[in-house]
């Protein structure tokens, strides 16, 4: 039998009462599951920012959890984002998830603030100097929207690698052997850094397709006849992502991350299924 993963889950902060309860909730349901790290994401065009620190502080405070906060380019100068960055090292938070950032909403594309990073690797990089932080990157085993090609991935992860970064967790992807594909071209860059699948169970077969195809995620043709003549999307749900991940887990795979949107149910259905309990 495969060993059970290391595992670690994404939260987005709350914005309101409503969504404090369901954050709040999902943190109880995986409660004693031990996670390696766990993740709180930033709205798009940083406007979570204020939102994001304080999940951060009280999930590492109060439930005694290895967050990564995540920290963005987006809408701050160099000197702003790194105060940032350093107010989570003063509340005992050490890890970062550097990333780009999406545009501001309506933006169309990503530009630079004023005096602000340009990407991602000029972040890791002033990261990296402070010398405080274990930094996590994005990676796209699917090309990323932006990219000229499926190189181009490659290519822009070996410099997070070589500006700083410890690890990288990958978009969501539904094709074992696109994140094998990529992992090879990643091997054969040079590129040594750890890659952790980024994993999404779905939970709205409607909502997935209009998400991933905003990422340039594809989805397996196979899944929609699956979910066109299934009667329990739930539990198709939890058998599709069990599948996926069993299928990473035997090539060698030993840490998943899940993007829990917040909602632990099908998160939790699977982690069960592969012996995390």
Request: aromatic share 10%; with cysteine.
């Amino acid at each position: 039998m495969t060993k059970a993963p290391n595992i670690s889950f994404e939260f987005f902060p709350p914005k309101n009462i409503q969504a404090c309860f369901s954050l709040f909730e999902t943190v109880e349901a995986f409660q004693g599951m031990d996670p390696t790290f766990v993740s709180v994401t930033y709205g798009a065009g940083g406007t979570t920012r204020e939102l994001t620190h304080d999940a951060v502080s009280l999930l590492h405070k109060e439930y005694g959890w290895n967050v990564a906060a995540h920290l963005t380019c987006v809408n701050a100068t160099k000197e702003e984002t790194i105060a940032i960055a350093k107010s989570y090292k003063e509340v005992g938070v050490n890890e970062i998830v550097a990333l780009r950032g999406d545009p501001p909403k309506g933006a169309g594309k990503f530009t630079p603030a004023e005096g602000g990073f340009a990407n991602s690797v000029e972040l890791i990089s002033a990261l990296k100097e402070t010398g405080d932080f274990k930094i996590r990157v994005g990676a796209y085993p699917d090309p990323h929207p932006e990219a000229a090609d499926e190189n181009a991935d490659v290519s822009w992860l070996k410099q997070k690698f070589e500006a700083g970064a410890d690890s990288a967790i990958t978009q969501f992807f539904f094709e074992p052997e696109n994140f094998f594909r990529f992992r090879d071209r990643c091997d054969r860059a040079g590129i040594t850094g750890q890659l952790i699948p980024g994993i999404l169970p779905i939970t709205s077969w409607k909502g997935i397709q209009r998400f991933a195809s905003s990422c340039g995620t594809p989805i397996p043709i196979s899944y929609e006849a699956a979910f066109e003549h299934s009667t329990d999307h739930h539990q198709l749900s939890i058998d599709l992502c069990t599948k996926l991940c069993e299928k990473l887990l035997a090539e060698g795979i030993e840490d998943l991350h899940f993007y829990t949107l917040n909602r632990p149910t099908l998160t939790k259905a699977v982690c069960a299924n592969l012996g995390v309990i």
